[in-house]
């Protein structure tokens, strides 16, 4: 009798160590279930992107984009002034960046956009 407990009890132990085994192995799968999805910034888009021409001033490609950009670099030198205007989507990594030259667009990339 004492063999038939010890075999269940092993077979007990075995079950359930397989099972918290089991569970440490899906713990981090479901802790990252518990966070919620990062929400998609869209700022602008590529119908927006397209609507900027070249030639537009600072102030007309943000109010095409609605949304004043984000300085990535400027600079001048004796009559010339730039500065490198970046727009990005987030957590995406699509984006748009846009050169002006004496206030005026003169250079236009795109990467990713819908």
């Given amino acids: 009798m004492n063999r038939k407990i010890s075999a269940r009890f092993a077979l007990g132990l075995i079950a359930g160590l397989c099972f918290l085994v089991w569970g440490f192995m899906s713990l981090p799968q479901w802790i990252a279930s518990l966070r919620p999805e990062p929400k998609v910034k869209i700022?602008?888009?590529?119908?927006q992107y397209k609507k900027i021409k070249e030639g537009m001033t600072i102030s007309e490609v943000q109010a095409v984009v609605g949304s004043p950009g984000e300085?990535?670099?400027?600079?001048s030198n004796s009559?010339?002034?730039?500065?490198?205007?970046?727009?990005?989507?987030?957590?995406?990594v699509t984006y748009a960046s846009i050169n002006f030259i004496n206030g005026r667009v003169t250079q236009r990339e795109q990467q990713g956009l819908e």
């Fill in 79 to 92: 009559n010339t002034q730039w500065v490198r205007y970046s727009w990005k989507n987030r957590p995406l």
């Fill in 71 to 75: 300085i990535m670099g400027a600079g």
């Fill in 43 to 47: 700022i602008i888009s590529l119908e």
